[in-house]
């Protein structure tokens, strides 16, 4: 090993023999002047917390603020009573635009439980947390810490990114063994004795890997952690397995619209359950194409998971009963904003209608 890597490698070894103190130490007072004002940052209520985290999952925190995901959603749903006892229906259109559905089911069935199962109390230690529905480990320990001030270890992807260039970690980060080892550092860093600023302590982390240790060029002449760092090659970090393959999918659905109604669809699959879309072609549908029955009105392409789509619409030129089959439905133009709809078939209607 280089003698200066050597150096500093023992200067991180022996900072984090300390117990992590002094690395704890310079972020929390970094992140008392640095730290950005959020609203989830102003509360300890550990149901508002969990809503920011499922959102923040899929969804970047610009979005979630620009387009008042949260806002609407807390005065629409302030706590698990009012949550609980909403129809099913009613969350889904409230989480309309922020897709991956699921997150809002396991919101809703968490409240559910914690009402019906819990008599209204949150629990407060991460391994109760993870066990409510769709609560992974990364969510169980920032709801603990965030809300209850526990030594709960958190790791998502600022962290990793962070962690894995403090310790010069060279396993890849999404294998097994590299996020072990990544759970591991983050708990040996945590605060182990009581009120020992948990809270602040991972908001700091995170905070750091998203302003200061960014993906690229990031800004270690300004690091708060500067001194405890291993790695002298930051960009190259943190490894990463190589990515899967995106495939290209085409879609091919109809835009059926007669007398002020329009003809939908409702989405196949428990994934989707609840939501509608554009018809899709059906067999008989897809085979008279060539005849020109049917134009290209509008193609426009999405992504979801590792499929790239080309979502091509249709304009069928038929009655009613042409298209009228088990699940589809007709429905009022005016009631469409009622409707839960995909993001991308939102984007079509938005254009053609
Ligand atoms: S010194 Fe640079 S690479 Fe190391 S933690 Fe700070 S910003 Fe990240």
Redesign the pocket.
């Known amino acids: 090993m280089h003698k200066r890597s050597r150096k500093k490698a023992n200067q991180t070894r022996d900072s984090l023999a300390d117990g992590g103190r002094g690395f704890r130490k310079s972020l929390i007072d970094w992140f008392a002047s640095n730290a950005r004002d959020y609203p989830w940052r102003r509360t300890h209520n550990p149901y508002a917390i969990l809503v920011s985290e499922l959102m923040l999952q899929q969804t970047q925190i610009a979005t979630v603020l620009e387009r008042s995901f949260y806002d609407r959603w807390m005065k629409r749903f302030p706590d698990t009573k009012s949550l609980a006892g909403a129809d099913e229906n009613e969350v889904l259109k409230h989480w309309e635009g922020l897709g991956y559905y699921s997150r809002a089911r396991n919101l809703h069935a968490t409240a559910r439980i914690i009402e019906n199962d819990l008599n209204g109390q949150f629990p407060c230690q991460a391994e109760e947390i993870h066990k409510l529905p769709g609560v992974g480990p990364y969510t169980a320990g920032a709801v603990a810490s965030f809300a209850f001030d526990q030594a709960a270890a958190i790791v998502d992807g600022n962290v990793a990114r ?1 962690l894995s ?2 310790f010069d970690l060279r396993e890849a980060v999404d294998s097994s063994t590299g996020n072990r080892l990544l759970w591991d550092l983050a708990r040996q860093l945590m605060p182990k004795r009581k009120n020992a600023k948990s809270r602040e302590y991972n908001s700091a982390l995170m905070e ?1 890997g998203q302003t ?2 960014k993906r690229s060029s ?3 002449a300004t ?1 708060p ?2 001194r405890f ?1 291993a ?1 002298r090659d ?1 960009e190259s970090l943190p490894v990463k397995k190589p990515r899967q393959k995106t495939l290209l999918l085409e879609e091919d659905v109809l835009f059926c619209v007669h007398k002020n109604s329009i003809l939908l669809e409702q989405e196949k699959g428990s994934r989707r359950k609840g939501l509608w879309k554009l018809p899709a072609l059906n067999a008989e549908e897809s085979a008279s194409r060539p005849t020109q029955k049917e134009k290209v009105m509008l193609s426009l392409k999405y992504s979801i998971t590792k499929y790239r789509v080309t979502l091509y619409v249709h304009q069928l030129q038929g009655k009613a009963s042409d298209v009228s089959e088990q699940g589809r439905q007709w429905f009022a133009l005016a009631e469409l904003d009622q409707l839960t709809l995909g993001a991308p078939y939102r984007r079509v209607l938005e254009n053609l209608l």
């Open positions: 962070v260039r403090v750091l200061i240790c990031p800004l270690c690091c952690v500067a760092c790695t930051p």
